[in-house]
């Protein structure tokens, strides 16, 4: 069976002023052809699982971008026009479709959604897509599938298994050996991020349940988005059973009626600041991970906030680890030379380390990427014993070889600070003794209900504490 290959994705906060260009999908990556084939063999990522999948892969073409703001038409247009081009020109059974789920565009708030839609009318055959478990699911994106899988782990650990539960589904489709039913449930209802690490919470146990059913193709519980304001946002329910849709919304049922029911379990209260450093310096368990929920590169936050470092400097922490994305401050160390004093306005130290930026990650991190590119990136020591790692390019704190590649040992730390919440946890949790979730300020702050929506449903828990399902 030959499936073609496609891939687009993006995570877009729709809270942040600056919009995604497509030089910022050129810069992270983009590729077609038999580049594509090279860029993700053996990645642990779901277009790794497509090659791996057991099917005779094309290559059509394939892009990603660091989660950023809301696409600008003119690159939607762009990306969507390679991408069904790619399609068009493919001979093949069927195809086998990477999308976040929460992609934004000015022109198209349910990016992934029109995507599928111009798909599904360019070219014949059955697409089976993979979400990530962030995805906004729309009744759009479910139409214009013929099956859809999304990733069941958070961190996202799980995106090459179900890139290759996608290819075998895709092939049994293909065979006519299943005829896929879909149903999708969207409670109104946004899962703050703090409690979406999927090994502690109780709906991935009920899903592992729904799976073992006769008849489910395969099911999926997505935690929504809440940093994108559109209409789509929030928690979804999906199911596929096999020529049976009464089974596919009976199990889609269950999920979302045991979530709505606890959903008052899903409101966590974390520790300001001021707190959670205090709690950090007393520890025994050292290095304390503070996770700035807030500036969550990985939300599309800008790794510049200092709110947690500052707060450690002025409690008298010693030891403190932080990496910032400071691409001026990078240029005046660059320009200092190591070995030379630099006065970066909220700290003074040594220039120890410059470094090209470039790491490679050899372990299963979530995201699923194995080259990473922060950018000519400088390391700075001052007399407290603080690590303040300097990037040029804005880079989601995923892999620890970020930091051992310029020659730091993150585990002799104090204190790690980490910029966000569930996902780093992968790289984090083997040197950190202890991992605080801090309530810290930014456009990917924790509580639902600190943001000013325009495009979301209401009512909806727990922006609305009355609300009904
Ligand atoms: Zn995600």
Request: contains cysteine; negative net charge.
């Amino acid at each position: 069976m030959r499936a073609g290959i496609l891939g687009f994705l993006h995570e877009s906060n729709t809270f942040l002023d600056v919009p995604t260009i497509f030089e910022d999908f050129e810069r992270t990556s983009m590729t077609s052809g038999t580049a594509l084939i090279e860029r993700w063999t053996g990645a642990h990522h779901e277009l790794g699982g497509f090659l791996a999948g057991g099917i005779e892969a094309v290559p059509g073409f394939a892009t990603f971008a660091v989660p950023s703001g809301t696409l600008t038409a003119d690159t939607f247009e762009a990306i969507a026009a390679r991408l069904i081009d790619a399609a068009r020109a493919m001979e093949v059974d069927g195809f086998l479709v990477a999308l976040h789920g929460a992609t934004v565009a000015e022109n198209y708030p349910d990016a992934d959604g029109e995507i599928l839609r111009r798909l599904r009318a360019a070219v014949t055959g059955p697409i089976v897509v993979t979400l990530d478990l962030h995805a906004n699911v729309s009744e759009k994106m479910v139409k214009h599938a013929t099956a859809i899988v999304g990733y069941r782990t958070n961190p996202h650990l799980d995106q090459r298994e179900r890139g290759i539960e996608a290819a075998h589904l895709l092939r049994r489709i293909v065979d006519g050996a299943v005829r896929p039913m879909q149903a999708l449930l969207t409670p109104p209802l946004a899962v703050p991020i703090a409690v979406q690490k999927t090994s502690e919470l109780f709906l991935f146990d009920d899903l592992a349940h729904v799976l073992t059913w006769p008849g489910v193709l395969s099911a999926s519980v997505f935690l929504g988005f809440y940093y994108a304001d559109v209409a789509e946002m929030g928690t979804s329910f999906y199911v596929v059973a096999d020529g049976d849709a009464a089974l596919a919304d009976r199990a889609a049922r269950y999920l979302a009626d045991r979530c709505w029911a606890r959903r008052h379990e899903l409101v966590p209260k974390l520790p300001a600041p001021e707190e959670a450093v205090a709690h950090a310096i007393a520890s025994e368990k050292k290095p304390v991970a503070l996770m700035d929920v807030g500036d969550n590169v990985g939300g599309g936050s800008s790794a510049r906030s200092r709110v947690l470092f500052d707060e450690c400097v002025r409690q008298g922490a010693r030891s403190v680890m932080v990496i910032l994305h400071e691409p001026e401050l990078v240029q005046s160390c660059v320009r200092a030379g190591v070995r030379s004093e630099v006065d970066l306005g909220f700290a003074r130290g040594i220039v120890k380390t410059i470094g090209d930026g470039r790491f490679t990650e050899t372990k299963v991190r979530h995201g699923g990427w194995t080259h990473g590119d922060q950018g000519v990136s400088a390391l700075v020591e001052t007399a407290e014993d603080h690590t303040i790692v300097l990037t040029s390019h804005r880079m989601a704190p995923m892999s620890l070889e970020q930091v051992i590649s310029l020659g730091v040992h993150p585990e002799r730390k104090q204190i790690l600070i980490v910029k966000g919440t569930i996902a780093p946890q992968a790289a984090y949790a083997p040197v950190a003794g202890e991992i605080v979730l801090v309530d810290t300020p930014g456009p990917t702050a924790n509580d639902p209900r600190s943001f000013a929506y325009k495009h979301r449903r209401v009512p909806m828990f727990p922006m609305e504490a009355e609300c009904e399902f």
